[in-house]
């Protein structure tokens, strides 16, 4: 309300403008620097248009000026420096390759399960701890929870993919998925079975070279301990860990790795994960999901020795992973069989 309003009549004016009819005072009282501060992800930035904002720009009295703090850096959203257009499709290949000096009866892999994400979205980490959906990849093989946390990260991940089961310890199993430059990393795994909890895959990573997508992407897979079962071999019977310990890689020192094929001191891997990309749309609506976090480089062991080729730059028993259903089946065709 100003002085020419025609509501200005209802209030003092002063040298031609409505006076002030009061003041809020803000005065810091202390700075607690133990308090846990909670990141709400808001990439969105006040408008300089706005009156407050504007008055917050005046220049304040000299008796005010000591008690001002830095302001707040807010980050905007982010493709942490891709900048690839269009939608990405990929095709995913598991191969795995069953490196152990004496192979379990019924050496196998579960449905290898993944999701194209952004910064923001996180499934599993090498030195993390492994979530309920992991822990039932790693120690049964089931994937339903896994989904679900997939489902949980709203558009931060948008393209859940899973493969086929591979029913010996050598295979082939594929699937396909989609990512954008919002959503270009990629995470994926699958349990090597049986085994107490021992996972291979690959976390957040990068399939955009920046200006454009990687067109082929091949990563050596090696294994990993989810860390909620103590079991030292392939068929040992359940031992939950308590309390749960960090994701680790099996190592050469690793009391884990007797179960598993060496060469010159170190862990065989056990099979690639390879992504290919076989399309690019881009006449699709692409949502931001406003993340405004970009991936570490935290030297994951899980993406040692991976080739890159052709970046483009345009555009209480043993865990297995059979379904709880399978012993039924068996007895029924048993059963079957003995009749005739």
């Given at each position: 309300?100003?002085?020419?309003?025609?509501?200005?009549q209802s209030f003092r004016k002063s040298s031609g403008?409505?006076?002030?009819?009061?003041?809020?005072?803000?005065?810091?009282?202390?700075?607690?620097?133990?308090?846990?501060?909670?990141?709400?992800?808001?990439?969105?930035?006040?408008?300089?248009?706005?009156?407050?904002?504007?008055?917050?720009?005046?220049?304040?009295?000299?008796?005010?000026?000591?008690?001002?703090?830095?302001?707040?850096?807010?980050?905007?959203?982010?493709?942490?420096?891709?900048?690839?257009?269009?939608?990405?499709?990929?095709?995913?290949?598991?191969?795995?390759?069953?490196?152990a000096p004496q192979p379990p009866f019924g050496a196998?892999?579960?449905?290898?399960?993944?999701?194209?994400?952004?910064?923001?979205?996180?499934?599993?980490?090498?030195?993390?701890?492994?979530?309920?959906?992991?822990?039932?990849?790693?120690?049964?093989?089931?994937?339903?929870?896994?989904?679900?946390?997939?489902?949980?990260?709203?558009?931060?991940?948008?393209?859940?993919?899973?493969?086929?089961?591979?029913?010996?310890?050598?295979?082939?199993?594929?699937?396909?998925?989609?990512?954008?430059?919002?959503?270009?990393?990629?995470?994926?795994?699958?349990?090597?079975?049986?085994?107490?909890?021992?996972?291979?895959?690959?976390?957040?990573?990068?399939?955009?070279?920046?200006?454009?997508?990687?067109?082929?992407?091949?990563?050596?897979?090696?294994?990993?301990?989810?860390?909620?079962?103590?079991?030292?071999?392939?068929?040992?019977?359940?031992?939950?860990?308590?309390?749960?310990?960090?994701?680790?890689?099996?190592?050469?020192?690793?009391?884990?790795?007797?179960?598993?094929?060496?060469?010159?001191?170190?862990?065989?891997?056990?099979?690639?994960?390879?992504?290919?990309?076989?399309?690019?749309?881009?006449?699709?609506?692409?949502?931001?999901?406003?993340?405004?976090?970009?991936?570490?480089?935290?030297?994951?062991?899980?993406?040692?020795?991976?080739?890159?080729?052709?970046?483009?730059?345009?555009?209480?028993?043993?865990?297995?992973?059979?379904?709880?259903?399978?012993?039924?089946?068996?007895?029924?065709?048993?059963?079957?069989?003995?009749?005739?």
């Amino acid at each position: 309300i100003t002085a020419t309003s025609p509501r200005t009549q209802s209030f003092r004016k002063s040298s031609g403008s409505v006076q002030s009819l009061g003041t809020f005072v803000f005065e810091r009282t202390g700075i607690d620097m133990s308090a846990t501060v909670t990141d709400p992800r808001c990439s969105v930035c006040d408008a300089t248009s706005s009156s407050a904002k504007t008055m917050a720009t005046m220049p304040l009295p000299a008796t005010t000026m000591a008690t001002t703090l830095p302001q707040a850096t807010i980050k905007s959203s982010t493709t942490c420096g891709c900048t690839a257009g269009g939608q990405a499709q990929y095709k995913f290949t598991f191969k795995p390759t069953w490196n152990a000096p004496q192979p379990p009866f019924g050496a196998h892999w579960s449905w290898p399960v993944g999701a194209a994400h952004s910064a923001c979205a996180s499934f599993w980490k090498n030195g993390g701890m492994a979530t309920a959906g992991v822990q039932s990849v790693a120690e049964t093989g089931s994937y339903s929870t896994f989904r679900s946390e997939v489902t949980s990260k709203g558009n931060q991940a948008t393209s859940f993919f899973y493969g086929g089961l591979v029913h010996s310890a050598a295979g082939t199993t594929t699937s396909s998925f989609t990512a954008d430059r919002y959503r270009s990393l990629v995470s994926a795994l699958s349990m090597i079975a049986p085994s107490p909890d021992w996972i291979v895959g690959v976390d957040s990573l990068s399939l955009c070279n920046g200006t454009g997508w990687v067109t082929r992407l091949e990563v050596p897979l090696y294994p990993y301990d989810a860390g909620t079962d103590s079991g030292l071999q392939f068929t040992s019977a359940n031992q939950a860990t308590s309390p749960h310990q960090p994701i680790a890689r099996i190592t050469a020192t690793s009391l884990r790795t007797q179960s598993f094929q060496k060469s010159s001191g170190s862990v065989q891997s056990m099979g690639t994960f390879v992504f290919e990309l076989t399309n690019i749309v881009f006449n699709t609506a692409i949502t931001d999901p406003m993340c405004s976090m970009c991936p570490t480089s935290d030297g994951q062991p899980s993406t040692i020795g991976m080739t890159i080729a052709n970046a483009a730059t345009t555009a209480s028993a043993p865990r297995t992973s059979l379904p709880s259903f399978c012993p039924i089946l068996l007895c029924l065709f048993t059963l079957f069989c003995c009749m005739f």
